[in-house]
């Protein structure tokens, strides 16, 4: 699907996307201020149904083939990036808006222009840069030796944890992260959790998934800016994840609402904390839905602090497997509710027929007396 060339509608400004996707409906043009626009954030925006993304950075910058852009061209959204951050201070949400071409118009006036991001161009330049990805690996590797010599707690396990309420030891944990397919994953995964009920840990939005699916987080994970309230308020136990100076933003937004919660200063990222909170703490098994699982999705990620994921998975080694081969794998338990309610309703359809048809009268007799002698005549 091309994108239109001219679109109109209003404009919604907002620095971070997976806080602005939470505003924002059909028929908006999103403002945004994201480098590098990674893989799950634009599967955000099209799932909302925007027309139109400005975004005030550039949307592929680094050598990484980042999948965001050509998701948004091929969904037919108009794609454009900005010469700078001014529309910023230009628009406030809500004001109308065109978009032809690359020009931005408000009241018939141009008030910045950009780029536009035509989909065979977007397409040509993502399979550019995967023919020349040895840089963005180099890039990589680098880092993450970096994370290896700066954040030695993650391979070797030396994090202070309090004590929780939540109990993992010799149980399967879910951890869900708002990442790739992390709804159709927990979809999938129904019957795993229906019957070898697992610890449900939210990291961040992931609790909102886990409540949407229709289940309830035993333990929510993170520095709580994409969680809902509602969500924070469901009942489970809340651990906000600190810097490891001990700055926790997180702390001071459940202060205000008056909820409990425990504090963990590390480095890394909350959903490395929440797996290492599993294993630490003694789960079995742990399953992540929506983290990263290989080279591609990390590195679409575009943020340098992935490293610590991969480090992560390092550490906590066989026991952690992704959602999707769980769901290759396990074989669920049959349901035995509907076969035991289909047996009862044969046994009462049989007895009505035996007792309207006075010719079986004699036969059912004669049943019930070879039963008796068989249990000994006790019946």
């Keep these: 699907m091309s994108a239109p060339r001219d679109i109109s509608g209003p404009a919604r400004p907002g620095r971070r996307t997976k806080h602005l996707v939470k505003k924002l409906t059909a028929g908006d043009i999103a403002i945004i201020d994201h480098r590098d626009l990674d893989r799950v954030s634009a599967e955000d925006l099209i799932g909302v149904g925007v027309v139109g993304v400005l975004n005030c950075k550039a949307s592929a910058a680094e050598s990484y083939p980042n999948m965001g852009p050509l998701l948004l061209v091929q969904a037919g959204v108009h794609l454009v990036d900005m010469e700078d951050d001014r529309l910023f201070e230009l628009l406030d949400d809500g004001d109308p808006i065109e978009v032809i071409g690359g020009s931005v118009r408000r009241a018939g006036q141009v008030v910045a222009t950009g780029r536009v991001l035509e989909p065979e161009d977007v397409l040509a330049a993502t399979q550019k840069r995967r023919d020349d990805i040895g840089e963005a690996l180099e890039a990589f ?85 994409s969680a809902q309230e509602s969500t924070l308020r469901c009942g489970a136990e809340l651990v906000v994840h600190a810097y490891p100076n001990g700055r926790a933003p997180g702390r001071e937004f459940l202060e205000e609402l008056g ?50 994921t991969f480090l992560t998975r390092l550490r906590i080694g066989e026991i952690l497997v992704d959602a999707k081969g769980v769901s290759r794998l396990y074989q669920p338990r049959p349901d035995l509710k509907p076969v035991g309610g289909l047996a009862f309703i044969g046994v009462i359809t049989f007895v009505i027929i035996v007792v309207a048809t006075p010719g079986l009268r004699g036969v059912a007799d004669l049943l019930w007396l070879k039963l008796r002698i068989l249990l000994g005549g006790d019946l």
């Design 141 to 225: 590797a680098k880092n993450t030796l970096e994370h290896m010599l700066e954040e030695k707690e993650l391979l070797s396990g030396k994090l202070e944890l309090p004590m929780f309420d939540t109990d993992f030891r010799d149980r399967p944990a879910l951890v869900v992260v708002r990442g790739v397919d992390h709804q159709q994953d927990l979809e999938i995964l129904r019957p795993y959790i229906r019957d070898q009920k697992p610890v449900l840990v939210g990291v961040d939005g992931g609790a909102n998934a886990i409540i949407e699916a229709g289940f309830k987080p035993d333990m929510i994970v993170g520095d709580m800016d």
């Design 259 to 308: 909820l409990a919660h425990k504090v963990v200063p590390a480095p890394g990222t909350s959903q490395d904390i929440a797996m290492l909170i599993a294993a630490e703490k003694g789960a079995e098994l742990i399953v992540s839905v929506g983290s990263q699982s290989n080279l591609v999705e990390f590195m679409d990620k575009a943020r340098k602090g992935m490293s610590s």
